[in-house]
């Protein structure tokens, strides 16, 4: 939140007469010559002075510095945004550059156009601006949305909960405490995250802070390997450590490599252990389709009791690639081993044998050493020896998960049914391990069981486990007592009516509440009470939406609709005049689904801003619609990419665009050029790269970086902005019809010229924005996700960047 602090408080009234004349009364009210903040300070005026039908306003500071200028009506409220920005050398309109002396024009007109009302009127003038947080809204640590894929409890009585959206990689892990309250979230890793334990992971400099990686634009990954993460038994390693396996890919990250990985339980990397360890995987790459998006299996890990061996098991029968590579036996690893060859226990091939398995499963070892592995297919347990020898063996029904209590030794298994997207599971709980003498002593079905943690700091049996509670439902996460025979389930403890992963909002002050899309929810808008930060479902349609400045709302309606809905504040439907309805028909994708709209927005004057993205390689544009509902301008903007996100509209008409356009003489900022390798890699292939570069799919500062552009009211174009995979393309947009004085720049992953008429100018580092037409095909470029821009009535731009972590505010940089 930006809010702006009045360092010099100046503010000239004058009255507009019935006349139409204007009467100047009084001056600066004395205090702003004597007031300093940031070293800086208004040395004359402010004044203001009649010229014919205008009004000046006149003022100079000592260095250049952020000023705003506004007009209020007699109750205060800012009916005229007449100037912001950073003077200086690139001061924007209507500010004089190079120079701290300025003069304003006001033409006695509102932000619409329309002859001011609501005098006698205060033109109040603003110097310095700095961000300040004022609080968090609509945040829980208990809600837990998206898939819980793995629990783990620590030997000190925290529990670690790692939640996935397999199909497009964003994953987190949160940490409760022994009574499930939120304590931290250690992926993404805190942002006071020693650099000790940020170094291991990767991180670079830039303009001088350090920044975490952005290892996948669409998974929000700033972890190597974790855009992907499937269902896992967490190993804790003795020494004060996460074990876990590494991203088995999504629909945007096809066949990565994969490995195991330490984490320390704060965030970052344990101290003085290698972050990524033994691969147990090679690169695949490219798949097509959507890769590894559905993919379904497992890996299990256990630790040996003095830390020196690693147990794992993979299996994912349901997988494009695994069902090629399953091994039906078990691995047996140390951290600097580089790499999983041969099975430890087990054959290639299933088998019912002693020496066989047919899909081991769950892995667990006890104090003595000794290994538990579920053997799935044969409906068995085996026991192994530290040697590999085997000790025993006991009947479970479709054993997949097991856990061994640390000092009585009691088991608990957890068992699915063959279909593993089955609805139930089952709960077992077994005596101690005793050569040929361990028994089953309770049983519980539980519907939607997905996995567990034992509570290794409780004497009696204590689990957490998660389930599913429907289709696109959150799961519930529920302590469990295991006594006399029996198990009893506790309260779901998911206070799943927070955000968790909040996407498109639009801020409405005036009747104290943001709405915003919930996406891993996907059942439509949350209202969030902007004082109290109480979150309301709200039974609404639609994903993006933006609002006018009278309140109404305007929402991009269902996957596939390919219409807006415009509402008044309440949700009521409002026809335009137009049309009769209040829908316009609009052709567009809805990528996500209802996630990768481009953007829209609402100019002062009540015209409709709407970016079109027709499909994926589409050249896509900017159309204009009058607040009647009927099309004043098609194709305003044209030739934008497909993928390029975010618009705002200022009071002068001024348009700006998030786009991925590179300039071909330094495509990536110089910062970000010193830091990064160049080049537009992809699939893992081409020339060696260190790690953790080598993790990565594709460059994801080409990638996913984009900028804003500045187009003036009478808009632009981009010439050649497509390439040999584009379905709709434009033959007066060839790169050979661009005019004369067309500036030079090179498509989004450096593929092709591009040429770009009517912008104004252009600022990097936005986004992300992912590559439109030079994306190669199963890309790490999916367009699902995509970020979006504001601009205020000044001109003021509010733009993220993922790849600084910050909210820039633009022009206040230099552009």
Not at 262 to 273: I, M, N, Q, R, T
Not at 582 to 611: E, Q, S
Not at 687 to 703: G, T
């Amino acid at each position: 939140m930006l809010s702006r602090q009045m360092v010099l408080s100046l503010r000239i009234a004058f009255r507009l007469l019935c006349a139409g004349g204007i009467l100047l009364t009084g001056t600066a009210n004395g205090r702003g010559d004597a007031r300093r903040t940031h070293e800086t300070r208004l040395v004359r005026g402010p004044r203001a002075e009649r010229l014919g039908d205008k009004v000046e306003i006149g003022f100079v500071v000592d260095k250049a510095t952020d000023v705003e200028v506004a007009i209020l009506d007699t109750g205060g409220k800012v009916i005229r945004h007449l100037a912001a920005g950073l003077l200086g050398k690139n001061a924007p309109e209507p500010f004089r550059k190079n120079s701290l002396s300025q003069e304003i024009e006001w033409d006695i007109r509102d932000d619409a156009g329309n002859a001011a009302k609501g005098g006698p009127f205060a033109a109040r003038v603003r110097v310095g601006a700095s961000p300040k947080l004022d609080r968090l809204l609509g945040w829980d640590g208990n809600c837990l949305l998206g898939k819980i894929v793995s629990l783990r409890m620590s030997p000190q009585g925290e529990l670690f909960v790692l939640l996935a959206d397999p199909f497009r990689g964003r994953a987190e892990m949160r940490v409760l405490d022994a009574d499930a309250g939120y304590l931290r979230t250690i992926i993404p890793y805190p942002a006071d995250t020693p650099e000790k334990r940020t170094a291991p992971v990767g991180h670079i400099e830039i303009d001088g802070r350090r920044q975490p990686m952005v290892f996948n634009g669409q998974g929000h990954s700033i972890y190597p390997l974790t855009a992907g993460l499937r269902e896992q038994t967490i190993a804790w390693h003795p020494d004060g450590y996460l074990i876990l396996a590494s991203a088995v890919g999504s629909m945007c990250n096809h066949g990565p490599p994969r490995f195991l990985m330490a984490l320390h339980p704060e965030g970052g990397s344990p101290e003085g252990v290698v972050h990524i360890g033994p691969r147990i995987r090679d690169a695949g790459g490219f798949m097509g389709d959507a890769g590894e998006a559905y993919a379904m299996g497992l890996d299990r890990i256990a630790v040996s009791p003095d830390g020196e061996w690693i147990y794992v098991v993979q299996n994912f029968t349901d997988s494009y690639r695994f069902k090629k590579e399953l091994r039906h036996g078990v691995y047996r690893l140390k951290w600097n081993q580089a790499k999983a060859e041969e099975l430890w226990v087990g054959q290639d091939i299933a088998g019912s044998g002693d020496d066989e398995f047919n899909e081991p499963a769950g892995i667990a070892v006890d104090s003595q050493g000794r290994v538990f592995i579920c053997d799935r297919g044969n409906n068995r347990v085996k026991v192994f020896a530290p040697n590999g020898t085997l000790l025993d063996q006991f009947p479970c029904p479709q054993p997949e998960q097991i856990e061994l209590h640390p000092t009585s030794g009691e088991i608990v298994i957890l068992a699915k049914e063959d279909d593993r997207k089955a609805e139930s599971g089952k709960l077992f709980h077994f005596s101690a391990w005793k050569k040929g003498a361990t028994k089953r002593i309770a049983e519980q079905q539980v519907s939607g069981l997905r996995c567990m943690t034992l509570d290794p700091t409780s004497d009696d049996l204590r689990l957490w486990i998660a389930y599913a509670t429907g289709w696109r439902r959150p799961y519930g996460l529920a302590p469990v007592t295991v006594a006399d025979g029996s198990f009893r389930i506790g309260e779901d403890i998911n206070r799943s009516t927070s955000l968790h992963h909040p996407s498109f909002i639009v801020a409405d002050p005036q009747r104290n509440r943001a709405i915003v899309f919930e996406h891993l929810l996907g059942s439509g808008h949350r209202s969030v009470n902007l004082k109290t930060g109480e979150v309301t479902a709200m039974k609404t349609r639609g994903s993006d939406l933006v609002m006018d400045a009278r309140g109404n709302l305007y929402v991009m309606d269902d996957y596939n609709a390919n219409s807006m809905s415009r509402y008044g504040p309440d949700f009521t439907p409002l026809p335009f005049s137009a049309t009769g309805t209040n829908k316009l028909k609009l052709t567009y994708r809805a990528y996500g689904p209802g996630m990768g709209l481009r953007g829209h927005c609402v100019a002062p004057n009540g015209d409709i801003y709407v970016r079109r993205s027709p499909n994926h390689a589409c050249v896509s544009t900017v159309d204009v619609f009058g607040s009647d509902g009927t099309l004043k301008k098609a194709g305003l903007v044209r030739g934008t990419g497909s993928a390029d996100g975010g618009i705002g509209v200022d009071n002068r008409g001024n348009v700006y665009l998030g786009t991925n356009l590179k300039p071909a003489d330094q495509p990536l900022p110089a910062d970000f050029a010193a830091a990064i390798p160049a080049g537009a890699w992809k699939y893992y292939r081409g020339e060696v790269r260190e790690a953790p570069w080598s993790y990565l799919y594709c460059n994801p500062y080409l990638f996913h970086m984009g900028s804003v552009f500045k187009f003036g009211p009478e808009g632009g174009a981009m010439y050649g902005n497509f390439g040999q995979w584009a379905k709709v393309t434009d033959p007066n947009l060839a790169l050979d019809k661009a005019p004369a004085g067309a500036t030079n720049y090179k498509s989004s992953y450096l593929g092709w010229d591009v040429k770009v008429v009517g912008a104004e100018w252009r600022y990097p580092g936005v986004g992300i924005i992912p590559a439109s037409f030079d994306a190669f095909r199963g890309d790490d470029g999916c367009s699902c996700m995509v970020s979006h821009l504001d601009a205020d009535l000044y001109g003021r731009v509010y733009a993220p960047s993922a790849f600084v972590r910050r909210q820039l505010v633009l022009p206040f940089s230099d552009n």
